[in-house]
T-cell receptor, first 108, second 115 residues
Framework: GIQVEQSPPDLILQEGANSTLRCNFS?????LQWFHQNPWGQLINLFY???GTKQNGRLSATTVATERYSLLYISSSQTTDSGVYFC??????????FGAGTRLTVKP | NAGVTQTPKFQVLKTGQSMTLQCAQD?????MSWYRQDPGMGLRLIHY???????DQGEVPNGYNVSRSTTEDFPLRLLSAAPSQTSVYFC??????????????FGPGTRLLVL
């Protein structure tokens, strides 16, 4: 089956720093989404981004489907950005596969 | 809208017991799904449904049953709980059966411990 790998597994930042999270996938996918899981466990969709670039405030994402990777950029990080960031790909129609996540800690 | 609701929030079972995890959404979403999340791992898809009366298996379906008799509800059944089913379970829904076109909304999760 498809492999979804995220890097780095853990990331510690000072408030105000920028970061880039990466998601590699091993096969062609129909689509890709980025999610944030906050420290209380709630999952929130950030981007649905099968290709191209999108921006939402301090967050932006780029997917290069032909090269099988996606990047999530966080600028001017805040403590509320802490949590785990997951990418998920749609594989074989409606079958979603998640990466193991990047755990981000933003220190004040 | 209440969004996606899950009950119970926590549950402790003994090996061999059965139980049903409830999931409901009030957004008239076609697509609903169940995931489990184990420590240090991403979510893994258990079962999903693209509409009332239609269900299909995901990545890890063994030991779980589902049904979709109404648009709103998508219960997950454990017929004979095993310690390997200790996990956090999330239910999710989206407007369309096509994953790509819609944001997925997640419930708050159910923590299950099987002794």
């Amino acid at each position: 089956g498809i492999q979804v790998e995220q890097s780095p597994p853990d990331l510690i930042l000072q408030e105000g720093a920028n970061s880039t999270l990466r998601c590699n996938f091993s096969d062609s996918v129909n689509n890709l989404q980025w999610f944030h899981q906050n420290p209380w466990g709630q999952l929130i969709n950030l981007f649905y981004i099968p290709s191209g670039t999108k921006q939402n405030g301090r967050l932006s994402a780029t997917t290069v489907a032909t090269e099988r990777y996606s990047l999530l950029y966080i600028s001017s990080s805040q403590t509320t950005d802490s949590g785990v960031y997951f990418c998920a790909v749609e594989y074989n129609n409606n079958d979603m596969r998640f990466g193991a996540g990047t755990r981000l800690t933003v220190k004040p | 809208n209440a969004g996606v609701t899950q009950t119970p929030k926590f549950q402790v079972l003994k090996t061999g017991q059965s139980m049903t995890l409830q999931c409901a959404q009030d957004m008239n979403h076609e697509y609903m799904s169940w995931y489990r999340q184990d420590p240090g791992m991403g979510l893994r898809l258990i079962h999903y449904s693209v509409g009332a009366g239609i269900t299909d298996q995901g990545e890890v379906p063994n030991g779980y049953n589902v049904s979709r008799s109404t648009t709103e509800d998508f219960p997950l059944r454990l017929l004979s709980a095993a310690p390997s089913q200790t996990s956090v379970y999330f239910c999710a829904s989206s407007y369309s059966a096509r994953f790509y076109s819609q944001t997925q909304y997640f419930g708050p999760g159910t923590r299950l411990l099987v002794l």
